[in-house]
């Protein structure tokens, strides 16, 4: 017979987390993040092994794809980290793509139409104003949505779904349908591609950079923690984290700088510089792309705003919440206005991103981004309910759409099967979010 301390020791036993728990809770990994970075792998070397199968090789895993990858992301995931506040709020911004059209139409028009008359051609300023004009635009029209939505009641629905018909139109009819080119050359370094890099030097920098800052980081968090006496990670959890955290950002400076600029760009660029191109060839990295770091800035930038500052806090209650948040003394109208204002600066920031790596800007630029930019959000784990979303997870959501993209374009997919998978993407992302929030309750 077992005896009431036998029976104790059986509850006690049972009750003590396993060997997984007792790792995610020393740790306090993020379960989701770790899930959709499964999912990222998963779907890298799918499409790696697929081609190796059916075409003889795998190009998904090389550096030249995966640095294009990151150049391609660049855009998306930088609108995708305003999106994050709009759908948290319990709102949506369906008119980002046709913003930014319109956004980079203005800036062609500024830097080919009206600058060089009054500063001339290729002038050091043009790029700059250029850039400013354009983020104001987008200030200007994210500013008059969210006024329409907070102060006249209108559904974000509708608002946003009227812009995507009407910047689209205003930007056909300030172009007359034409391709404003050639822009700006200091402005389309902004996009990326060989001279629109920072080299290995540069990355190398970035990476040292970033290296510190992450073990700053996690010091000054062991600080805070023991300040307010909150619960301290085991030292070897704050050890392990350090060590991949580090070793991640080495490893992403090891891959840019394994791309090498192409055959002819490096022969143009040694004749143009009286260089000797040795018997092997001259190697030249790419590095890290301007847009991948102007990306990494606004990660940087907007996770700070939402997680150390007050408006973040706003924003977080109202999406919980708002007659609580409006009771509680928030001014939710003008937190409105302020959120879609900053969704029309990163989308004016993504029209720089994306019209100088086009090299032009035309109105059809942007088409169908609403729903890339949307879907990274709600995959990356931002609740359509509201009052859930992170940063980093609508920026790694923006990777899987555009990994998925990618891969399809690589083995051959044709656009209609693109758009259905992606669709078919977007719903097992909220259904799964749904199981995700019942089992948590």
């Not at 550096?63 to 294009?68: D, E, H, S, T, V």
């Not at 050639?182 to 920098?205: E, M, Q, Y």
């Not at 981004?369 to 309910?385: H, K, M, Q």
Request: aromatic share 10%.
């Amino acid at each position: 017979m077992r005896t009431l301390t036998d029976t104790n020791e059986h509850n006690t036993t049972r009750s003590q987390p396993g060997l997984v728990q007792r790792f995610m809770r020393d740790t306090e990994l993020d379960t989701r993040l770790l899930g959709m970075l499964g999912a990222l792998a998963l779907i890298w070397v799918g499409f790696h092994v697929y081609g190796a199968l059916s075409n003889g090789f795998g190009s998904f895993l090389t550096p030249r794809n995966l640095w294009n990858l990151s150049v391609q992301t660049a855009s998306i995931g930088i609108m995708a980290c305003g999106m994050v506040l709009v759908i948290i709020t319990r709102h949506i911004d369906l008119s980002v793509g046709s913003v930014l059209g319109f956004c980079a139409v203005i800036m062609g028009i500024t830097q080919v139409w009206f600058l060089p008359k009054l500063v001339g051609l290729e002038h050091w300023s043009i790029w700059i104003i250029a850039c400013i004009v354009g983020m104001i635009a987008g200030t200007i029209v994210g500013a008059i949505h969210g006024w329409l939505i907070a102060y006249l009641s209108i559904p974000a629905f509708i608002v946003t779904l009227g812009g995507l018909l009407v910047w689209r139109g205003v930007a056909f009819l300030i172009t007359r349908g034409e391709t404003i080119s050639p822009l700006d050359s200091t402005f389309k370094l902004l996009g990326g591609g060989p001279n629109g890099a920072v080299g290995a030097t540069g990355s190398w920098i970035v990476g040292i950079i970033a290296a510190i800052a992450v073990v700053a980081m996690i010091i000054m968090g062991r600080a805070r923690r023991k300040r307010f006496e909150f619960r301290l990670r085991p030292i070897w959890a704050e050890w392990f984290i350090g060590i991949i955290s580090v070793g991640a950002v080495i490893g992403a400076v090891l891959l840019v700088n394994a791309y090498p600029w192409p055959v002819g760009i490096v022969r143009r660029y040694a004749a143009a510089n009286d260089i000797t191109i040795p018997e092997g060839g001259l190697y030249i990295s790419h590095g890290f792309a301007i847009p991948v770091l102007i990306l990494l800035a606004v990660i940087v930038v907007m996770t700070v705003v939402m997680t150390r500052t007050r408006f973040g806090r706003y924003v977080y209650a109202i999406g919980g919440n708002p007659e609580a948040a409006a009771l509680a003394g928030i001014n939710t109208r003008w937190m409105t206005v302020k959120i879609f204002a900053l969704m029309g600066f990163l989308t004016g920031l993504s029209a720089v991103v994306a019209s100088a790596r086009l090299g032009s800007a035309t109105n059809a630029l942007g088409t169908l981004d609403e729903l890339y930019v949307i879907a990274a959000a709600v995959i990356g784990g931002t609740s359509l309910s509201g009052g859930v979303g992170t940063i980093y997870g609508a920026v790694l959501g923006a990777f899987v759409m555009q990994s998925l993209q990618t891969g399809m374009v690589l083995i051959g997919f044709d656009a209609a099967v693109q758009q259905v998978v992606v669709g078919g993407v977007l719903v097992l992302a909220v259904y799964l979010d749904n199981l995700y929030r019942r089992s948590s309750k």
